[in-house]
């Protein structure tokens, strides 16, 4: 239900979900192909490795030979030259083995290494182009966990549990063929314990699957409940919900646990079956083996060599049966992995962001923002229309500020403008425009990275980016640490204040010189000196440029060319301060109720 979800809930990712379980196999099957090489040579030293070790038993067999028929009589000289013989066809065996062992398994590993790590960066890119819209619908912590747990899934099916199923099967079939050239009929008794086992692990491959795939999705939903969890934890906490979210946790961990309990017991069953299955057909090959050396039939050391064949081909159907189940349903397991990794790499953004440039809209000159007859309604929630035919114009040079109550669609003018979404009607025209949000999101990494983010390309020169510092009062603060500009921010860096950090995205905004600059004013509030170290910085950045302002502040209004007043998705009002309140209409009552802050921190405070 969870990858439903995922996927989008329309019936559009409904009919690709269908097909996409046909194809992934396909896929899988294509992955593997840039690895075709790799691949065939792996296959053939694997090939190599299996006759090697199928050689063992026979020689084992011709000692046992040598050393009876010198004791019936024979002459020791000739049996001394022959096990030499052996001794050297053995040592080259074992050379020949080992080497085809080692570089199979190094083969196959570096082969899938190699797909994985091309996956990985191709599925990044895939989540990457999609629209906000997507993102709104789907969480976090499921996103990397595709990227994650899906696609090392998908490693380990493809390395070792395949490479060692091929293997048994190469050692399975080798083996039966030595034992019916020794002798036919014991073949068909030792064979004859094959179907049941085969039954046997059809039924458990069956089962095991089912439960992994249960398992799998439990324990996603798990991840998902920490992760909401830790990333919300001071939510959390400042609510007392631990008990709650600690019930959430063990409620989704309890069907983990339930299913992996189902599989611990299917095993349990299926282990014991299987060995003494093998170990009593061992042991009857074994008692008519005897009764034919007795009849002259067969040698003693052919009789050695065939029970050994007799363990290989059992141990290994046995062992690729039992292994091989659970593989089965790693292998199911990883299909469904596939099929989800597959789904989100063939998803088309609704939104195309043309060879990464995000804001592709009609451009009119030197720094104009104009929305006409806008209607918008959220992808996540179709039915509501959050702009209703929405009209707005700044024109170049002048500073507009957006005012409303909560909830009205200002949030959702800027999206638009910085074309996170689409509107279903109407249009946006708009020029290069930089934002700074209400609150500034760094990255861990330096100031110096944060700061060029905002450039295309990611690099700025240490000019550009005191410059940039500078006009938005950070360079201060910057120079002050010891390491300045390559200070690491973040989980792992300084932890700057709420005021530091919006100076740091307002240099971020303004480093390419951008013509418009949305803001969306703080309502949280600043120290008295951070809040006016933020304010001149803004008026600074502002200075010279088209601005859009989300206002929370009587002083920025007061400020502003124009005032739109947004309500219910339309702007009601619009024109200077003094004006509107003249008019007596919504904005003159925002200003009565307080709703708009005169002055700033102390007064929000
Ligand atoms: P404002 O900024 O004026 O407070 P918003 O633009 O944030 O208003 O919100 C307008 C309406 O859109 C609200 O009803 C809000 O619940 C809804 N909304 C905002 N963001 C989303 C979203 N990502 N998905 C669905 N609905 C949203």
């Given amino acids: 239900r969870d990858y439903q979800l995922l996927a989008g809930d329309d019936a559009e990712a409904q009919q690709r979900d269908g097909r996409a379980k046909q194809v992934a196999a396909g896929r899988l099957f294509r992955l593997a192909r840039e690895e075709a090489w790799t691949l065939a040579l792996a296959s053939l030293v694997l090939l190599v490795a299996s006759v090697g070790q199928v050689a063992f038993p026979k020689l084992a067999g011709d000692l046992i030979d040598v050393a009876i028929q010198q004791q019936a009589g024979g002459s020791a000289e000739e049996a001394r030259r022959t096990t030499s013989r052996i001794l050297s066809e053995i040592l080259v065996v074992v050379a020949v083995t080992g080497a085809a062992d080692g570089l199979r398994s190094w083969l196959f590993q570096s082969a899938a290494e190699r797909v994985m790590y091309r996956l990985r960066v191709r ?38 549990s395949i490479a060692q199923a091929l293997r048994a099967a190469a050692v399975c079939t080798l083996g ?38 249960e398992q799998l999705a439990a324990s996603a939903a798990a991840a998902t409940v920490a992760e909401e969890c830790f ?62 050396v007795i009849a002259g039939q067969l040698s003693a050391g052919q009789l050695s060599a065939f029970v050994v064949y007799a363990i290989y081909v059992s141990a290994n159907a046995g062992e690729g049966g039992r292994k091989g189940g659970a593989k089965l ?61 929405l009209s707005l114009h700044v024109a170049p040079g002048n500073k507009v500020a957006l005012v409303g109550p909560s909830g009205g669609g200002k949030s959702t003018v800027v999206a638009l403008i910085e074309r996170f979404y689409d509107p279903q009607r109407g249009s946006v025209l708009l020029d290069g425009v930089a934002l700074v949000g209400q609150e500034p999101v760094l990255f861990a990494d330096t100031i110096a990275a944060n700061i060029a983010f905002g450039c295309p390309g990611g690099a700025a020169s240490q000019e ?37 950090k919006q100076r740091v995205a307002i240099a971020r905004a303004v480093i390419t010189s951008p013509r418009v600059l949305l803001l969306d004013e703080a309502t949280s509030a600043l120290d008295a000196e951070n809040e006016h170290l933020v304010q001149q910085a803004l008026d600074r950045a502002s200075a010279g440029r088209t601005v859009l302002v989300i206002a929370h502040r009587l002083s920025t209004v007061q400020a502003a060319d124009s005032v739109a007043v947004v309500v219910e998705g339309r702007v009601a009002e619009q024109g200077g301060h003094g004006e509107l309140l003249a008019a007596g209409g919504v904005y003159a009552a ?15 405070a």
């Fill in 329 to 389: 349903g790693l292998a199911a397991g990883a299909l469904g992995a596939s099929e989800r990794v597959f789904q989100l790499l063939d998803r088309q953004p609704l939104l195309d962001l043309a060879g990464g440039k995000q804001r592709p809209v009609g451009v009119p000159e030197g720094g104009e923002l104009r929305l006409q007859g806008v209607w918008f309604a959220y992808p996540s929630r179709p039915a509501v229309w959050v702009l209703q035919g």
């Fill in 176 to 213: 039966l063929v030595m034992m019916f050239t020794t002798s036919w009929l014991l073949s068909t008794l030792a064979i004859c314990i094959i179907p049941p086992l085969f039954l046997l692990v059809w039924a458990f491959g069956r089962l095991s699957r089912r439960y992994i795939k």
């Fill in 123 to 160: 599925l990044f890119g895939a989540l990457l182009q999609q629209e906000v819209g997507w993102f709104d619908r789907c969480r976090t912590g499921e996103l990397t966990n595709r990227l994650s747990e899906d696609t090392r899934l998908l490693k380990s099916v493809a390395t070792t």
């Fill in 231 to 292: 990333g919300n934890l001071r939510t959390v906490r400042s609510f007392a919900k631990e008990g709650a979210m600690r019930g959430s946790y063990e409620t989704a961990q309890g069907r983990t646990l339930h299913y992996g309990l189902r599989a611990a017991a299917l095993e349990g069953c299926f282990f014991p079956l299987t060995n003494s299955l093998a170990t009593g057909s061992i042991m009857m090959v074994l008692w008519y083996g005897a009764r034919l």
């Fill in 590 to 604: 925002l200003v009565r109720r307080q709703l708009l802050v005169p002055g700033g921190a102390e007064a929000a």
């Fill in 464 to 500: 550009q980016l005191e410059a940039a510092a500078r006009v938005a009062n950070a360079h201060d603060f910057i120079s002050a640490f010891p390491q300045g500009y390559r200070t690491l921010v973040g989980e792992r860096g300084v932890r700057l204040s709420g005021g530091q």
